[in-house]
């Protein structure tokens, strides 16, 4: 057996093993429609054909059109596919906590640094190259404007855009439906 078929079936026989170990019954995935959902909807089709495990997709309004009309239409032969919404509209969402902006990790310094200041650890982190930080995490040159009382009277930035509009409908969405996501399942995953 070459070494892709054998890590896909490594794989599928991990999926196969939690899925047994917890039931098929305490799980969702949360599907974007996106390449990694996607395969991983694949991925547990294999390991467990039939599944009746629900695919829920946070439809926010800020997706891209293409990738929403491919899980609404998926969802016309899929059952599977729950389509959930969330409880504030982009619009007001984004005027009351802030916008998103270049990434997660960017967004979530920023707001540290418009709470407490230029000289926060997180922030001089973030901005000055430190030893074992690396420049992956750093902030880009061309953003650095964004870190100056000027700017931050101007527009409010913020990372969370992704856990109003997703993670906080999914989250209701698992406990009105009791899908008791365990975090021995995130790190089965991981495992891989």
Same mark, same amino acid.
């Given at each position: 057996?070459?070494?892709?078929?054998?890590?896909?079936?490594?794989?599928?026989?991990?999926?196969?093993?939690?899925?047994?170990?917890?039931?098929?019954?305490?799980?969702?995935?949360?599907?974007?429609?996106?390449?990694?959902?996607?395969?991983?909807?694949?991925?547990?089709?294999? $390991?467990?054909?039939?599944?009746? *495990?629900?695919? %829920? #997709?946070?439809?926010? !309004? +800020? &997706?891209?059109?293409?990738?929403?009309?491919?899980?609404?239409?998926?969802?016309?032969?899929?059952?599977?596919?729950?389509?959930?919404?969330?409880?504030?509209?982009?619009?007001?969402?984004?005027?009351?906590?802030?916008?998103?902006?270049? $990434?997660?990790?960017?967004?979530? *310094?920023?707001? %540290? #640094?418009?709470?407490? !200041? +230029? &000289?926060?650890?997180?922030?001089?982190?973030?901005?000055?190259?430190?030893?074992?930080?690396?420049?992956?995490?750093?902030?880009?040159?061309?953003?650095?404007?964004?870190?100056?009382?000027?700017?931050?009277?101007?527009?409010?930035?913020?990372?969370?855009?992704?856990?109003?509009?997703?993670?906080?409908?999914?989250?209701?969405?698992?406990?009105?439906?009791?899908?008791?996501?365990?975090?021995?399942?995130?790190?089965?995953?991981?495992?891989?």
């Amino acid at each position: 057996m070459c070494d892709n078929k054998f890590l896909l079936f490594d794989r599928l026989q991990k999926i196969k093993q939690v899925l047994g170990k917890y039931g098929e019954e305490n799980f969702y995935i949360s599907f974007s429609g996106g390449k990694d959902s996607v395969v991983v909807s694949a991925l547990v089709d294999m $390991s467990l054909p039939d599944n009746q *495990i629900p695919r %829920v #997709y946070a439809d926010t !309004g +800020i &997706e891209l059109n293409m990738i929403r009309e491919f899980v609404l239409n998926l969802q016309k032969s899929d059952d599977r596919i729950i389509v959930i919404k969330p409880s504030v509209p982009v619009k007001r969402m984004l005027e009351e906590e802030g916008y998103p902006f270049k $990434s997660k990790e960017h967004s979530h *310094i920023w707001d %540290v #640094y418009s709470r407490n !200041g +230029i &000289e926060c650890k997180t922030a001089q982190t973030y901005l000055n190259e430190r030893e074992g930080y690396g420049k992956r995490h750093m902030c880009p040159n061309i953003l650095r404007y964004q870190f100056t009382d000027e700017f931050k009277e101007r527009l409010k930035i913020s990372d969370k855009c992704c856990k109003r509009m997703k993670e906080e409908p999914l989250d209701k969405w698992s406990r009105d439906n009791k899908k008791k996501l365990s975090d021995n399942w995130h790190h089965a995953i991981r495992g891989w």
